[in-house]
Nanobody, 119 residues
Framework: VHLVESGGGLVQPGGNLTLSCAAS????????MGWYRQAPVEGRELVAT?????DADYADSVKGRFRISRNNAQIALIMHDLKPEDTGIYYC????????????????WGQGTQVTVSS
């Protein structure tokens, strides 16, 4: 499984940014996918997740500002009204299992993309 993220960058407070993540892996079925972020000297925290059925969940800090969308094994995070505290490295995560009779879900991570919110 390979995850490729894109769309990070520098944006002013109140600005918008969209992150994209494409997961690939022949012979795998992708379950929940999502975005996590890690600020300097902080642990990695959940931002938003979305199931294969489109059911989404958000951290309280981003509700009403961020929206996660999904098209098969590609997800996007549309971020509005960004705040300095949204700064961090954003990681895409996918939970996947090999196709076949033996179900074995494992987490996979992208390399991360930097989001900086600053004036």
């Amino acid at each position: 499984v390979h995850l490729v993220e894109s769309g990070g960058g520098l944006v002013q407070p109140g600005g918008n940014l969209t992150l994209s993540c494409a997961a690939s892996g022949s012979g795998f079925i992708f379950s929940v996918m999502g975005w996590y972020r890690q600020a300097p000297v902080e642990g990695r925290e959940l931002v938003a997740t979305i199931g294969a059925d489109g059911d989404a969940d958000y951290a309280d800090s981003v509700k009403g500002r961020f929206r996660i969308s999904r098209n098969n094994a590609q997800i996007a995070l549309i971020m509005h009204d960004l705040k300095p505290e949204d700064t961090g490295i954003y990681y895409c995560k996918a939970v996947a299992t090999p196709k076949g009779p033996s179900i074995r879900f494992s987490p996979y991570w992208g390399q991360g993309t930097q989001v900086t919110v600053s004036s």
